[in-house]
DNA sequence: GAGTTTGTTCATTTTTTCTTGAACAAAGTC
DNA sequence: GACTTTGTTCAAGAAAAAATGAACAAACTC
C-alpha cells in the first residue's frame, strides 16, 4: 500500500545514490523529484533522471548520467526513454559531439500535458471499451438490476465522459 | 517502470480472483476500478474493494469482501481502513447487526478532495521542508550557483505555490 | 574492414511492494 | 468467566516492479 501509508510514516529522509559525488544542490533538487515522481507512480529512476536534469545548467549525455547517478547504462536508456516519451526530456545535439544530448522540459503546461496524454488517456480509451461491455450486461440484465445499480453505472458513464473532456484541457491553464 | 510501460504495453484483459462467484457485472466493475486505482498508484485490493462496494446495492461486511473477492482478512481489512483515511469508503451501521458495514463513497467531489488531501497535501508539505533547505543551499552557494539554476530553483518555488494554492480547489469545481 | 564509441535490448537478479494467515485484542453472549 | 464473533496487527512469504549488465546493433574513424 505504498502510496498511502507513505503518507502516514515518518517523513523519512529519502535518500539518493549512496558513495556519489553529486552536490549538495543535486542531492536536494533530486530528491525533491524523486518524492514528486513517486508521488504520480513513476519509478524512482525517471525522478533521479529528470532532477539531475533540471538542475544541470548544461544538456547532459547518457554516460554523464550513469556516472554521476551511479545508475546503469540500462537504466539511463530506459529512463531517458520513458521521459522522453511523456515529454518531460529533450533530445538536443552539441555541435561536432556524436553523444546525445539531454535537457530537461521544464514547462509547467508541457509537463503535464505530457503526462496526461502518456499515462491518462491510453486509460480513458480502455475505459471507453469497458463501459461499452458494462452498457451490454446491463442490458442483459434486465430487470434483474436493482435501480440503485443502474444509477451507478450511470455515474460511471458520466465520470468517464467528464474525465474525457476535462484531461486535454489541464495544463492548458497553467504557466 | 510500471505506469509508462502499462500504456505502451498491449492491452492485456485484466484479469480479477480467479475462480470467484463473481457476477459479469461484479467483475467488469471491479476490474475497471482497479484499472483506475493502478493508475493513481494504489495497489489493485484497493480497486477490487472499492469496486465491489461500488456496484453493491447493499452495505457490505469485511467478512463478505473476504468471501466475494477471495482476499484474505488482513488484506480486507487494511484495504478498507486505507480508504476510509481516503475518504473513499463510509462505515456504517445496521441496526441489530454488530458487524460493520462499509459503502462506497460516490460523490466525484469528495473522491477527488479525500485523494488529493490524503496523497498530495502531505507531499506538499514536505515539499516545503525541501524548499527551505534548497533555500539554505542556494544562499551558501553565492555567485557558484550558474543563473539557469537560480532560474530554475525559482520554478520551482513557484510550482510549489502553484500546486498549495490549486489543490484545495481541485474537486470543487465537479459534481 | 578492424576497431571504437554510443546507445538499446532483454534475461536475470535485486529490491520493493503486496498479501497472507496466525496471533491478538475487544466486545458481546450465554 | 468460558465461548463466540468481529476486527486489527504484523512477521513472513509471494508477487510484482525495477535495476543490472552482458550481448547486440548502429554509426563513425582510421
Redo the contacts between chains.
Keep these: ?5 507513505a ?2 510514516d515518518p ?1 523519512s529522509a529519502t535518500c539518493v545514490a549512496s558513495g556519489s559525488d553529486l552536490t ?2 543535486e542531492l ?2 533530486i ?2 523529484f524523486v ?2 515522481t513517486r ?5 524512482r529512476s ?1 525522478g533521479e533522471i529528470y532532477g539531475f536534469l ?2 544541470s ?1 548544461e544538456p547532459v549525455t547518457l554516460d554523464q548520467l550513469v556516472q554521476r547517478l551511479s545508475i546503469s547504462k540500462g537504466s539511463a536508456s ?2 531517458l526513454r ?1 521521459l522522453r ?2 515529454g518531460a526530456v529533450k533530445l538536443s545535439h552539441q555541435p561536432g559531439d556524436r553523444r546525445d544530448h539531454y535537457t530537461a522540459e ?1 514547462e ?1 503546461k508541457s509537463l503535464v500535458s505530457g503526462f496526461i496524454s ?3 488517456l ?2 480513458l480509451e ?2 471507453q ?2 463501459l461499452g ?2 452498457r451490454a ?2 442490458e442483459s ?1 434486465g430487470p434483474e ?2 435501480p ?2 443502474r444509477a ?1 453505472l450511470e ?2 458513464v458520466h ?1 468517464h465522459h ?1 474525465a474525457r473532456t476535462l484531461a486535454p484541457l489541464a495544463g492548458k491553464f ?1 504557466d
Excluded: N
Design positions: 500500500m505504498s502510496a498511502i501509508s503518507s502516514l517523513p549538495p544542490l536536494e533538487v530528491d525533491l518524492g514528486a508521488l504520480i507512480g513513476l519509478p525517471l533540471f538542475i545548467p530506459q529512463g520513458a516519451t511523456i521544464t509547467l502518456g499515462q491518462m491510453p486509460h480502455t475505459g471499451t469497458r461491455r458494462l450486461i446491463e440484465m438490476l436493482r440503485i445499480q451507478r455515474k460511471l465520470w467528464r497553467l
